[in-house]
T-cell receptor, first 112, second 109 residues
């Protein structure tokens, strides 16, 4: 088995601030994902990465940057935090594109 | 662009009932179909998946897939309060997964 770790668990920032969320996986999976989940809603794909140094935009990439520095880690940056993007950000990984995705526990973002 | 839609948005059923959740998709070339379950405050977790037309059963859960009608469903037999969760359908096409917006299921004891 493996595990996905997301840091921090809770992130509080000011409006307009640049904020970074981190994700680490030890499954040795090739593909990693960042999703945003608004309260009680479904998952919206922000960025995904098929392999190290690869980046693909999802449906909600505007206002975000991502970085896949190595196979095991995937970072997401909120370039200018807004109050309407308070949500839980979920990181996931899978062995390849359509295999089962394993999710981390999430980072809850609050914007003051 | 793939469109994945779930119905109903929410559902309340009594304990012991049969529950049916639906998912439609728009890309007929879609290759992989799955259901994920997310209990309140937890991460989503894969429940079941199917690749080809037909039916697949695992315990109380059954998936039906009909690619021609662009539809797949999840049926839960003898629903339990522990089944109360957000259910997300997922479809793979164009080298990525598309999730639906979810069905919130409440099973009342």
């Amino acid at each position: 088995g493996g595990i996905i770790t997301q840091t921090p668990k809770f992130l509080i920032g000011q409006e307009g601030q640049k904020l970074t969320l981190k994700c680490q996986q030890n499954f040795n999976h090739d593909t990693m994902y960042w999703y945003r989940q608004d309260s009680g809603k479904g998952l919206r794909l922000i960025y995904y990465s098929i392999t190290e140094n690869d980046l693909q935009k999802g449906d909600l990439s505007e206002g975000y940057d991502a970085s896949r520095e190595k196979k095991s880690s995937f970072s997401l940056t909120v370039t200018s935090a807004q109050k309407n993007e308070m949500a839980v950000f979920l990181c996931a990984s899978s062995i390849w594109g359509y295999a089962e995705q394993f999710f981390g526990p999430g980072t809850r973002l609050t914007v003051l | 662009q793939q469109k994945v839609q779930q119905s109903p948005e929410s559902l309340i059923v009594p304990e012991g009932a049969m529950t049916s959740l639906n998912c439609t998709f728009s890309d007929s070339a879609s290759q992989y179909f799955a259901w994920y379950r997310q209990h309140s405050g937890k991460a989503p977790k894969a429940l079941m998946s199917i690749f080809s037309n037909g039916e697949k059963e695992e315990g109380r859960f059954t998936i039906h897939l009909n690619k021609a009608s662009l539809h797949f469903s999840l049926h839960i037999r003898d629903s339990q309060p522990s089944d109360s969760a957000l259910y997300l359908c997922a479809v793979y096409s164009n080298n990525r997964i598309f999730f639906g917006d979810g069905t919130q299921l409440v099973v009342k004891p």
